[in-house]
């Protein structure tokens, strides 16, 4: 059926619309503080559906129900760990970030290491950070081409442009008020999806009930003990625990909207609540692949890849008007995610290098050169999308996989400096490396289920710097917080 000129306007609306919207903030950007943490004044409800957009993508919208078509309801059971992972943050991690003025999570780690050791992790996340969102943003080209024609180059430049103007003018307050917009958006548009798929298929629910049934379509758990299966009640306490800990807790992308809070107890508020949104979030996504496969019925090979199940229904099934809201949902998913990655490796890269290595320059240059590096960045992604246009498979897991490779070992010197005394910092670096070797040699060489690498990671990291501090001597008083401001003693 294709899209019509309702859908365009449609679509056009929201892309125009959003931009200016975001455009509202900029006179607000004064100061670093104001561009970065945005003043430390956002209500702990939008910080949390801000959190929310931050970790859902065009990738998250198109690969989840694509998931589902092709098995069932088993990722759910990572999501459960996510919820006991954003516990652990709540009362090992946040704590520590409210003990002073921080811009980004890597000030904690000199705060308690040493500047070399801040340099390597905030390192770390800028090079596994920009991989894994520009496999992100080439998923916007999978939906964008299918529904517009344009090409995949054109469509990640269109959405790219258009994020980098917000973002550049007005910071991270822009960024989290237009994710809570576009969180409505791309929520209630697959919320329509859904009931229009609902209605579309022969015989309805009861036809789609008795398929799905048959096919256990709605199975949720599974107890198998494999690591070779990334989706069993194991992989997805314990991994997904392990997983949430270190993406909310250690990847300045989700901790810079934790630091925007006004306290500690607002900041646990939204991380909180975001996990529980999430939940049902990835349940309605989960639920939209299951009516797919109802209603399509055959191999998900006869679209090419599963990614493409849901954007190519939307353009030749949805109903004119419906479609165009369904497009510019997925595309609010998009640009709230390039949004938040344009904002903390632009945060990332000022305050945890150029400002440390350079000699102090006034606040006007300070924002102008945080503005600079926004701009820097999303050339890199645009790049970075080129490179994996054609040589990713299910994008999903594609992006998850990049990023776990890193994420055992910071979670793992995070540990090591909130959890013990003697650890310090040539300990905790021979254990980063040894964790970040293992995860290396897991994605490449192993076929255990992306989903424990974190854990193992993690684990290997705390273990080894741990033990590795001891051929340093005990903990040096640099490395012993101040109970009352946080600060080294």
């Not at 090992?92 to 003990?99: S, T, V, W």
């Not at 939204?270 to 019925?297: D, E, K």
């Not at 998900?300 to 479609?323: E, K, L, N």
């Amino acid at each position: 059926m294709g899209l019509n000129k309702l859908d365009l306007l449609i679509i056009a609306a929201y892309l125009v619309g959003i931009t200016l919207f975001g455009l509202r903030f900029r006179k607000r950007q004064r100061t670093m503080r104001d561009y970065f943490l945005a003043d430390r004044n956002i209500p702990w409800w939008a910080i949390g559906l801000s959190i929310v957009a931050a970790e859902t993508s065009t990738l998250t919208i198109i690969s989840i129900p694509g998931l589902a078509y092709d098995s069932n309801l088993t990722f759910l059971q990572l999501v459960f760990g996510y919820v006991i992972g954003s516990v652990v943050i709540s009362f090992i991690l946040l704590p520590q970030y409210f003990r002073g003025e921080l811009y980004t999570a890597y000030e904690l780690i000199e705060r308690r290491f040493g500047p070399e050791l801040r340099t390597v992790t905030a390192g770390l996340f800028l090079l596994t950070r920009a991989a894994a969102e520009g496999v992100r943003v080439y998923a916007v080209s999978i939906v964008v081409s299918i529904a517009l024609g344009t090409g995949e180059v054109a469509s990640i430049a269109i959405i790219t442009l258009l994020t980098l103007i917000y973002t550049f003018e007005g910071g991270l307050a822009a960024v989290i008020w237009t994710d809570v917009v576009q969180t409505f958006i791309y929520v209630g548009g697959t919320v329509v999806g859904l009931v229009t798929i609902l209605h579309l298929v022969p015989g309805g629910w009861e036809s789609t009930r008795h398929l799905a049934e048959g096919l256990h379509k709605f199975q949720v758990l599974d107890f198998s003990t494999l690591v070779s299966r990334p989706y069993t009640i194991w992989a997805g306490i314990i991994g997904g625990a392990f997983l949430r800990t270190a993406s909310h807790g250690t990847d300045q992308l989700i901790v810079q909207r934790l630091l925007a809070a006004k306290n500690g107890r607002q900041s646990m508020l939204a991380l909180l609540s975001s996990s529980i949104v999430v939940l049902l979030q990835f349940a309605l996504f989960l639920f939209v692949g299951v009516m797919l496969f109802a209603y399509y019925r055959v191999p998900s090979s006869a679209f090419g890849r599963a990614d493409r199940i849901y954007p190519t229904f939307i353009v030749s099934r949805m109903p004119h008007g419906i479609a165009g809201l369904l497009i510019a949902a997925i595309l609010a998913a998009a640009m709230s995610n390039l949004s938040a990655a344009l904002n903390s490796l632009s945060s990332s890269s000022v305050m945890d290098f150029y400002v440390r290595f350079r000699p102090p320059i006034s606040e006007p240059k300070r924002l102008r050169l945080a503005r600079v590096a926004t701009v820097g960045w999303a050339l890199i992604l645009f790049a970075l999308a080129l490179l994996a246009l054609n040589r990713v498979s299910r994008v999903i897991e594609v992006g998850l996989q990049i990023a776990s490779v890193a994420y055992g070992a910071l979670l793992g010197v995070f540990l090591l400096g909130v959890l013990t005394k003697r650890a310090n910092q040539r300990g905790a670096i021979v254990g980063m490396l040894c964790g970040l070797a293992i995860e290396l040699y897991l994605w490449h060489w192993s076929r255990v289920a992306f989903t424990w690498w974190v854990a193992i990671g993690t684990c290997l990291t705390f273990l080894v710097g741990y033990g590795a501090s001891f051929l340093w001597g005990a903990t040096t008083a640099a490395s012993r917080f101040c109970s009352e401001c946080g600060h080294p003693q």
